[in-house]
């Protein structure tokens, strides 16, 4: 085997063990810090498929913010010193079922279809395009976007903070 | 001009003050409460003295090169690259911006000593200092930025520190009122600047020169000319945009209502700045632009145009006005007019000749009217003071300097440098007889007002109440020494540019660099003389008016303010109305607006929703009645299913997401089973 | 067998299962809004596998970042409310915030 493809399994291995942690723990500090893994992985896997820029992008937002705000919430809403920190899971039979058949069938589906192939498989560094159709084909939701990242902002300190009792 | 000379310490003038408010920003409130307002102080005033040492030192290595070579730069690093679009965070000084660090960190430092006295009392001294060190570094970078980008950084800058400062007391809803009407009113300047600075890049960068740097810009003016957009030269446009920024932050009508009102911040910030810095932003980039400007000759007009309008409307406005700072505000406003006259007429030398002196007089005036409010105990009605000649000799002694200066009295600062905008508005080429005539009527106003309040403040009988005329008492020396200064800037300032009939002035050779050969009036020396000798006339009939009026009595203010039935007297009193005209336009149009979309979302959306739901009840009521006289059994069927298949129905809703999911989940695995089966 | 846009769907698929299980399963609010960050994940996997070997172009990547963006946001909402929730309740346990059930 290539090195290439021991290295893509060894980061397949590594996201899915870990995001299979984030499911299945017990404890929600244990699920939590799982998540790292898959988002790094799932960094690596964007590197294969050269979006250098977005594998970036992964790392900066997912990993250095979602993450770090996933353990505050973890440690603003627990009390750390218990020992079990509980995360319960119910209707784990029927839960493990139902999405064992979806993947099955998306397995199935993803196997059978005729996927349309590219001309050229490119490795270029990416980040000059997307700036560009950033500022030109997708300027509209990219200020959009904008927006919503604002409206997200001011909703996040509105709802989270204390009320203030006058 | 080709090889700039890479001088490391020109950063250093413009970080100190940052540093300085960021120690105290963020450790500031410690340091208060364990080691006094001492080190606060100590720690707010240095970094800005020691960058008045490094720009003397700017200055004095500025000198020792050749005229045409007279240009530092102190490139710290690149900041943006993007296509065309590059531009490095580099500060440069040549002798425009070395007048300007020189006005701004040596006013500046004096107001921060000045401030330690003010403000000693003030629980959040950290805060103000914080503020006030910050403003200055925002200035410094508008003003040594060597791109009109990093200017836009400090022009920005200035503007949330004023903001800021004016709302420092932010327990009264007034101050934090006047501190959004400064920002809000600068913001629609500053969509302007915006504007223009996009205008100049895009269509440099169409001639494949894109560039944001001054020098490059001026290197590429040329290829401006005769470009056009909607059929407006770019040139013009560019200048047009960029001088609305200028209206804005300079306060000049129509964006001038924001400056009186910024006179709810502490008086040291008044005259820091609301008359010595920030507001001197606007001509200050007219002035660094000159070579744009210069090529716009229509957009010159209209400089020139709003600049004496300025001048002659505020001039009027503080006739009449009782607000000690109120009538500092509407004077700086008017002497800001002045500088845009002085600019739009290309006289840009005079103009920041103008802008430096009244740094020093009006920082003076400021600074004195902020003795007189300490020592009235907050008072600033000029109604409830007088006599205060005694009770404060040094703020007696140098406001009255600084008045004789801003009166344009002969020898002092004001005379000459209002004179040098006066003489080029009559004789440069873009000038006029009519500017002339305008601008000596404004100096006789300003004359004026400027005396009443004199009169009014120092002397006669004090008419305060009993209580603070007992706690009268002159200011620490903290806040004199820089009265002091000042005053004697505000005589000394003007003989670095005396006018060429007394021997030509150093001030405009130094500027020379910048600004291009000084275009020699054609008219006579002689002339020159007279048209001096005029203004010093009227502004000498200003101040005997007010002489009458205020220090003799003699002449009863009522006779002219009840000309016309007090129409005029009203009129300005009442700013012209310009605020209410505003609320009622702006404002209430916005919220016309809202009501109107309220109207249309209460009677129109309604209505149709309304009208669906009464057709909707119409056809049920006609259907109820088919049901009970037709099929009535029927219905009760019907009813009775229903209602057992609601009763079922129910354990559905359960309200549980899980449950939904599994449904839709259910709802999916059922499609692609039929999918992959029948259909692949 | 050499590594082909197969193997990246597939990844994408088991991440997404993952997720949904973890939604269907926990009780805990962030456990919750944790499954939902994988979901997003596989999604974009998806997005930019496609973007390389289908369509060549750069439009998948964009969107997974526009993805990625409002991911974030999701985050910031959902975890204020979470947090809120955890003021008022004083637990972040989805059964036993019920109030809006009758």
Redo the contacts between chains.
């Keep these: 085997m290539e090195l290439a493809t021991v290295v893509f399994y060894l980061i397949a291995a590594v996201t899915v063990g870990s995001a299979a942690m984030v499911a299945f723990s017990r404890n929600i500090i244990y699920s939590a810090f799982s998540l790292l893994g898959t988002f790094a992985g799932v960094a690596g896997i964007y590197v294969f498929l050269g979006a250098d820029f977005v594998a970036g992008v992964q790392v900066l937002i997912y990993v250095g913010g979602i993450l770090v705000l996933v353990l505050f919430a973890v440690m603003l809403t627990h009390r750390i010193t218990d020992v079990q920190i509980t995360n319960r899971a119910v209707g784990r039979l029927p839960a493990l079922v139902v999405v064992g058949i979806l993947l099955f069938l998306l397995v199935q589906s993803i196997r059978e279809t005729p996927w349309r192939k590219a001309k050229e498989i490119l490795y270029a560094p990416t980040t000059a395009q997307i700036g560009d159709l950033f500022l030109q084909s997708y300027l509209l939701p990219f200020e959009l976007a904008s927006l919503v990242l604002l409206a997200a902002l001011i909703g996040a300190v509105l709802i989270s903070r204390k009320e203030l009792k006058e | 001009m080709d090889h700039p000379v890479q001088t490391d310490f020109l950063r250093w003038i413009v970080l100190l003050p940052l540093i300085g408010a960021a120690v105290n920003g963020v450790l500031g409130a410690v340091l208060q409460k364990r080691m006094g307002k001492w080190a606060i102080s100590l720690l707010a005033c240095a970094p800005v003295l020691i960058s008045f040492l490094l720009s003397l030192q700017a200055f004095l290595n500025l000198l020792a090169l050749r005229p045409e070579n007279r240009f530092l730069i102190d490139r710290l690093y690149p900041w943006l690259s993007?296509g065309s679009l590059k531009v490095d965070v580099a500060f440069w000084v040549d002798p425009l911006s070395a007048v300007m660090i020189l006005v701004v960190t040596g006013i500046g430092g004096l107001i921060h000593i000045y401030s330690t006295g003010y403000m000693h009392e003030d629980k959040s001294y950290w805060r103000y200092f914080a503020f006030l060190n910050l403003f200055t570094f925002a200035m410094l970078v508008l003003v040594t930025g060597d791109s009109l980008l990093l200017m836009f950084v400090g022009w920005e800058g200035v503007g949330l520190c004023s903001y800021a400062l004016i709302g420092f007391w932010y327990h009264d809803h007034v101050n934090t009122r006047a501190g959004n009407k400064a920002f809000i009113v600068n913001r629609v300047g500053d969509f302007g600047f915006v504007l223009g600075i996009f205008l100049i890049f895009w269509s440099l960068d169409k001639q494949g020169h894109g560039t944001m740097t001054f020098r490059e810009i001026q290197q590429f003016a040329s290829l401006l000319e005769g470009q056009q957009v909607w059929g407006i030269g770019v040139v013009t446009l560019a200048t047009l945009f960029l001088f609305v920024g200028a209206t804005g932050k300079s306060a000049q009508i129509p964006l001038h209502v924001w400056l009186p009102d910024a006179m709810q911040g502490p008086t040291p910030v008044s005259a820091l700045i609301h008359a010595a810095t920030m507001v001197t932003a606007g001509v200050y980039m007219v002035a660094r632009l000159h070579f744009l400007y210069s090529a716009a000759p229509e957009t010159l007009l209209v400089v020139a145009g709003v600049g004496i309008a300025t001048a002659l409307f505020s001039a009027t406005v503080a006739l009449t006005q009782t607000d000690i700072k109120r009538v500092l505000a509407y004077s700086t406003v008017s002497q800001l007019g002045y500088m845009f006259l002085g600019a739009g007429v290309g006289a840009y030398g005079a103009a920041i000749f103008h802008l430096m002196t009244h740094a020093f007089f009006k920082a003076c005036l400021f600074l004195g009217s902020g003795s007189v409010i300490h020592a009235m105990s907050g008072e600033q009605d000029m109604r409830k003071m007088g006599g205060l000649r005694q009770k404060l000799p040094y703020t007696f002694w140098t406001f009255a300097i600084a008045v004789l200066a801003i009166a344009g009295t002969p020898l002092t600062a004001g005379f000459f440098s209002k004179d040098e905008i006066l003489w080029q508005a009559f004789s440069s080429a873009h000038g006029s007889p009519l500017f002339w005539v305008l601008g000596v009527a404004g100096a006789g106003m300003t004359a004026f007002y400027m005396f009443r309040q004199f009169f009014l403040v120092f002397f006669g009988q004090c008419r305060a109440d009993h209580h603070t005329q007992e706690h009268l008492h002159e200011s620490p020396s903290s806040m004199t020494l820089p009265l002091v200064l000042l005053a004697i800037g505000s005589i000394a300032a003007g003989w670095i540019g005396l006018p060429a009939v007394f021997g030509g002035s150093r001030f405009a050779e130094w500027l020379e660099p910048v600004f291009g050969a000084h275009h020699e009036a054609h008219a006579s020396a002689t002339l020159e003389e007279i048209l001096m000798a005029a203004s010093v006339g009227v502004a000498a009939l200003g101040f005997y008016l007010a002489y009458l009026m205020y220090y003799k009595g003699k002449l009863a203010p009522e006779r002219f303010s009840s000309l016309a039935g007090g129409l005029f007297y009203r009129l300005f009193h009442n700013k012209y109305y310009i605020d209410e005209i505003y609320q009622v336009v702006f404002v209430g149009g916005t919220l016309l607006l809202a009501r109107i979309g309220a109207w249309i979302d209460r009677y129109i959306i309604d209505f149709i929703v309304d009208g669906s739901a009464k057709t909707t009840a119409f056809i049920s009521w006609f259907n109820g009645l088919f049901d009970n006289h037709v099929v009535d059994w029927l219905v009760n069927k019907i009813a009775d299913t229903t209602f057992e298949a609601g009763d079922r129905f129910r354990k559905v809703q359960?309200?549980n997401?899980?449950g939904y999911?599994?449904v839709i989940?259910?709802a999916?695995?059922i499609a692609?089973?039929i999918?992959?089966r029948y259909w692949? | 067998m050499a590594i082909g846009l197969t193997h990246y769907l597939v990844l994408g698929a088991i991440l997404f299962s993952l997720g949904l299980y973890s939604v269907l399963t926990r009780r805990n609010a962030i456990a919750i809004l944790m499954g939902v960050e994988l979901i997003l994940n596989g999604a974009n996997i998806n997005y930019v596998a496609f973007s390389h070997f289908s369509t060549g172009g750069l439009d998948g990547q964009i969107y997974a970042i526009f993805v990625i963006m409002l991911a974030a946001a999701e985050a910031a909402i959902g975890l204020a409310i979470v947090l809120a929730i955890f003021q008022i309740f004083h637990t972040i346990d989805v059964g036993a915030v019920e109030t809006l059930k009758e």
Excluded: A, D, H, Q
């Design positions: 993007l359960t309200g997401i899980n999911l599994y989940l259910g999916v695995l692609m089973i999918k992959l692949s």
